[in-house]
């Protein structure tokens, strides 16, 4: 939505977190003598009651859409009906945040203007002001966001210019009501774009691989599986840059910092996004050398005793952890649980059941079912020993004397962090203050 359809109306922003808050500083800095409430459901249960009296609402990501009985927009459709310059959109169930960063990376290598923003942790309305027509807003998307995303942007593409889709498997189905509705929110990354934008699509998962037809943007795949035509892969433990079938090597993978098989997808998203906009080889290269991941997602903590602690709590879906399992398979015990969305946890079981976790310490309440399902398939003497905890105090301390020298303990929770914890962010932390506690004996 335009500043100037705002004009002289009445806002009410509902929620006050990171976007609410950006978005009434960026209205009240634009806007004559604006006439603008903010309200959050910390507010009490009525918070909603007066909606009426007002001409629009700007809704947080996070409100269902179903509450709000006026028109309304969104942070994401302000900042892109606004916003100069060309936008990199990156969506996806995980990966989001690695992706973005990598081609956040990559375009400062290269010297380019760009900015950093979105789901990842910051309103790109807090910086929209610094933008010119040669600047790159990387944007990290989330089905929140794109949910309620319109054909409203200020740039003549309609759409973002590099629309980045990753993986896409369950998730947000407290939010979404259907698994349908999830995905065909992931795809509206895509459906306003034109032929002079590109889509950047991962291969290796069906409802990925399917959204090309989505967009009117040339295609280019991504796979860590095969080799593509247009795009970029792995293979023969190399990287490469597809075009029209001609390859061309970008890096070694043993060459590349970031931990994990499952992360040459998202490297691989980068890496032809960052060609897309013409950073270098030699750019791209060295960012992957010396990129070693996010906070909170396979976060080596440190050693005590022996013990060797990483954190991975931004791994809220059973498909993360069992990646992080893959990726650590010196792995003996588990911190996992929390709050359930619904989420179906068969797939982390039979993963469970091969016997690499010897302690599992569960969160309620998803920690409970975690354990059901383990005990339908998994015979009474081949379980793994189970504790309980309601406090992250607990898990370490429990951790700490039950995990063998040499081998890991992983906060890996496949559960979101509310009711316990106030985010990922709180619950990564508390977890390595607690292993910080530790004392070497």
Same mark, same amino acid.
């Given at each position: 939505m335009k500043l100037g359809e705002l004009k002289n109306k009445k806002i009410l922003i509902v929620g006050k977190g990171i976007e609410g808050n950006a978005t009434l500083k960026y209205l009240k800095k634009h806007l004559p003598n604006p006439v603008i409430d903010t309200v959050d459901r910390k507010d009490g249960e009525n918070y909603l009651d007066r909606q009426k009296d007002y001409d629009i609402a700007v809704k947080s990501p996070g409100v269902k859409p179903e509450l709000i009985a006026i028109p309304y927009t969104t942070a994401t459709n302000i900042f892109l009906s606004n916003a100069k310059g060309k936008v990199i959109g990156v969506t996806g169930t995980k990966g989001k945040s690695t992706t973005s960063r *990598?081609?956040?990376?990559? *375009?400062?290598? $290269?010297? %380019?203007? &760009? @900015?950093?923003?979105? +789901?990842?942790? $910051?309103?790109p309305l807090d910086f929209i002001n610094k933008l010119n027509d040669h600047s790159? /807003? &990387? %944007?990290?998307?989330?089905?929140?966001q794109l949910n309620d995303l319109k054909k409203s942007f200020a740039s003549p593409a309609g759409g973002p210019h590099i629309a980045v889709i990753l993986m896409i498997t369950q998730e947000h189905l407290d939010y979404h009501k /259907?698994?349908?509705?999830? &995905?065909?929110?992931?795809? +509206?990354?895509?459906?306003f774009q034109t032929p002079q934008d590109f889509a950047i699509i991962n291969k290796d998962y069906p409802a990925s691989h399917e959204s090309g037809i989505h967009t009117l943007g040339k295609v280019f795949q991504v796979s860590r599986e095969r080799e593509v035509v247009n795009g970029c892969f792995v293979g023969k433990d190399c990287v490469w840059i597809s075009s029209d079938g001609k390859k061309e090597k970008i890096i070694d993978t043993k060459k590349i910092k970031l931990l994990g098989r499952h992360n040459l997808e998202n490297v691989c998203a980068a890496v032809i996004a960052a060609s897309l906009v013409g950073v270098s080889k030699t750019n791209i290269s060295k960012v992957l050398e010396d990129f070693g991941g996010l906070p909170h997602r396979l976060e080596f903590v440190g050693e005590k005793n022996g013990i060797l602690f990483y954190n991975d709590s931004l791994a809220t879906v059973p498909q993360a952890t069992i990646k992080a399992l893959e990726t650590l398979p010196a792995t003996e015990t588990l911190i996992a649980g929390g709050y359930d969305r619904g989420l179906d946890y068969s797939s %982390? &079981?039979? @993963?469970? +059941?091969?016997?690499q976790i010897k302690t599992l310490i569960l969160f309620p309440p998803t920690g409970i079912r975690i354990w059901e399902e383990i005990c339908k398939i998994t015979p009474d003497g081949s379980r793994p020993e189970k504790f309980d905890v309601t406090t992250m105090k607990q898990a370490v301390r429990i951790a700490a004397a039950e995990t063998s020298p040499g081998k890991i303990c992983l906060l890996s929770p496949a559960s979101a962090s509310f009711g316990i914890f106030k985010d990922y962010k709180d619950r990564g932390g508390q977890f390595k203050r607690e292993v910080s506690k530790i004392s070497n004996s």
């Open positions: *990598l081609i956040y990376e990559m *375009l400062e290598a $290269q010297g %380019l203007d &760009v @900015y950093l923003g979105g +789901n990842i942790g $910051q309103s790159w /807003t &990387v %944007l990290e998307m989330s089905s929140y /259907t698994l349908e509705d999830y &995905v065909n929110a992931k795809r +509206n990354i895509l459906r %982390l &079981v039979k @993963y469970l +059941n091969k016997g």
